[in-house]
């Protein structure tokens, strides 16, 4: 299945060359990367210990910083090319993140945190709206899809355990068909036995939704289900990729 | 910018307690400023209009406030007295529509005796135009069947339990409080009260009013602040004598017109025979008011002061609550805020409660007032009306408004910072 409604089909859902970034007051480059590419629905598992620069590679692309050289492009958009208000409304309509914890407003319900997205993003009530189903539809169907019951939709988040946080932060970065999916150590939470389950959850809906997925962990034990598993270490050719995370 | 707006409200909704607390704070400031303003304002319109129908104040030669001083708020005494004569002088000139004589020197267990006639019940007013009032009883009656009838404040009557009916004794000279220097009481022609004013907040109501008859006749078998040693005239036969006054301490003068005011003025300085000081009360008021004025803004800078200290309050539990939801803050920038919408989040959120706090202490204060302004009224003659914001609490409530406009914008550039340095790293 192929992604038909996220924008960019065809392109390379991630396209990054010639990277640098140096964070402020840094001495030396965190990340010197000179080529990686995502093909649009493609599974990428990016393994990185801690300090090896992983969350600035997210950061990087999802356009929240802007490297010094080279070009990070998104489903065919050159993330340098955008004004900053119009990045962070690209990322709003075309990436979904999930992050390693506190993924969630703790005073919204599951609902709401979920809805929240859509409520960012016209592009992604358009794509919804384009499919025939409301955002309350979707996001029921997401939660559903996620093993989450309706109780624990109504619920607020804070009153969620972990790992049906993680879900909802899942379908929160699922709705709405967003091209690209990042995911930051988001089993780091979760007990070990629920890890893989939560994995093959993610995996799964990437695949029904056409996302392509940049998972990044330390942990290859979750690699195995992924189209690709790429080491940072190796792309990464900056001397003090510790210096930043 | 609507997400966040309702974010924001949603958020704020998360920290109720503190948030509540934070606009309690500011409200009792905003409340407490404006009170100070409203409470000032109108104890100066209340001490400016003390005389408030009377054009012009006459006494012998001296200074105007000390003219006021004695003639008004019985304060101090007069170097001199005013003849008669002068009094039916300024009483004929065409502009002048009518004058109240005042005669000063004598007391009653400290409190001041006013010899006047009974137009001063008529003349006198206070506030915006009010007359005096009686509580109970009446006017006292036009010599000779009054010669020995008083009239008491409102003040003199709560003091002393007075009613009409009750008899009372005058004494010789004004000095000093109730244990004051008294020369000697007129014991022999004691006063029977027949009428009890209604609280005016003015010196009237720490006054014994008699006709000017009655302070003749008292001070018939006296002779330079003493009594004359073996003449003793009983009440009964001061009546044969002639009473009217040879002369008073001053006089309330009334004109046809306004207009005319600095006319009469002039021409009583400059009559002729005797020499005179006319003033105009409001100024003068205006001038003493001037001496009590440095307390009055001392009151307004502490409460501003107090204002800032509650916006200074707000800022903090802003600010401190930004360390927490610094997570908060990156999530909506995954999902699409940009830094600008976070500022406006943070900056809405510090405006809102601190507009909350001015409403409620807007509100506080309407309360206190509808509350307290029977007492006041009763207690201290304070007139605070539940009247929309004046000009100058519009000026200070904006004020408030620009100074929390301001402090808002500290955790707004905080989160501002913070959401660009952060970006997508939530640092636990």
Redesign the interface.
Known sequence: MTSDAAPGAGCAAVAVSGLRYRWPKAHADCLAIDALTLVAGERVFLRGPSGSGKTTLLSLVGGVIQPQAGEVSVAGQPLSRLSTGARDRFRADNIGFVFQLFNLLPYLSARDNILLACRFSAARRARLCAAGVSAQAEAARLASRLDLDAGALERPAAELSVGQQQRVAAARALIGRPGLIIADEPTSALDADRQQAFVDLLLGECAASGAALLFVSHDLRLAAHFDRVLDLAQINHAAAAEAGT | MT?VLA?SL??I??RRLSVVLTVIAVALSVALLLGVERLSNDAREGFAQTISGTDLVVGARGGAVQLLLYSVFHIGNASNNVSWQSMERIAALPQVKWLVPISLGDSHRGMRVVGTTADFFAHYRHGADRALAFGQGRVFAVAPDGIFEAVVGAEVAARFGYRPGQRIVLSHGSLGGEGGPRFADHADKPFTIVGVLARTGTPVDRSVLVGLEGIEAIHIDWHGGAPIPGLSIAPEQVRKFDLSPKSVTAALVGLDSRIAVFRVQRQINTMAGEPLTAILPGATLQELWSLVGMAERALLAVSALVVAVGLAGLVAVVVASLGERR??LA?L?????????IFALLAFESLLLSLAGIVLGLALLYGVVVVAAPWLSAQYGLNLAPDWPSAGEWRLLGAVLGASLAASLVPAWRAYRYSLAD????R?
Request: charged share 15%.
């Open positions: 997400p974010l949603r958020s909704g998360n997570r908060e999530i920038r995954a999902l699409g805020a940009s830094p600008l919408q970006g997508l790293t939530i636990i």
